[in-house]
């Protein structure tokens, strides 16, 4: 059974870092991409980054572009979320979701529907 566990989340002031982690397990197939996506209270689920596993292409929404970057440890089955700078407006639940390669439909990487799997979320609180 494929699961994605995120964790690193937390409190952190204004300015500050963390750096979020998303390890998948129970499969072995390779997947096609594997994306962050965030849901404060009261806002809609926001597409964050997205990495693809084929030629480690990336994309990222612009409210985080320069501040955020992902990446992947394939012998860890890992992807990563690097966030510094973090500002208020980060504070969110943030999930990854996994692309099967096996799925056709069409993707859209910030697209929530573009993804089969998902994590159960970590919390990301900026405040001083």
């Known amino acids: 059974q494929l699961q994605l566990v995120e964790s690193g989340g937390g409190l952190v002031q204004p300015g500050g870092s963390l750096r979020l982690s998303c390890v998948a ?6 997947y096609y991409a594997i994306a962050w996506f965030r849901q404060a209270p009261g806002k809609e689920r926001e597409g964050v980054s997205c990495i693809k596993r084929g030629d480690d292409s ?7 572009k320069g501040r955020f970057t992902i990446s992947r440890d394939n012998a860890k089955n ?3 979320l690097q966030m510094n700078s973090l500002i208020p407006e980060d504070t ?9 390669i096996s799925n056709h439909r069409r993707f859209e990487w910030d697209n929530s529907e573009s993804y089969d799997t998902w994590g159960q979320g970590t919390q990301v609180t900026v405040s001083s």
């Open 78 to 80: 890992t992807v990563y």
């Open 92 to 100: 969110a639940v943030y999930s990854c979701a996994l692309r099967r």
């Open 58 to 64: 990336t994309d990222y929404a612009n409210s985080v």
């Open 25 to 30: 397990s129970g499969f072995t197939l390779p």
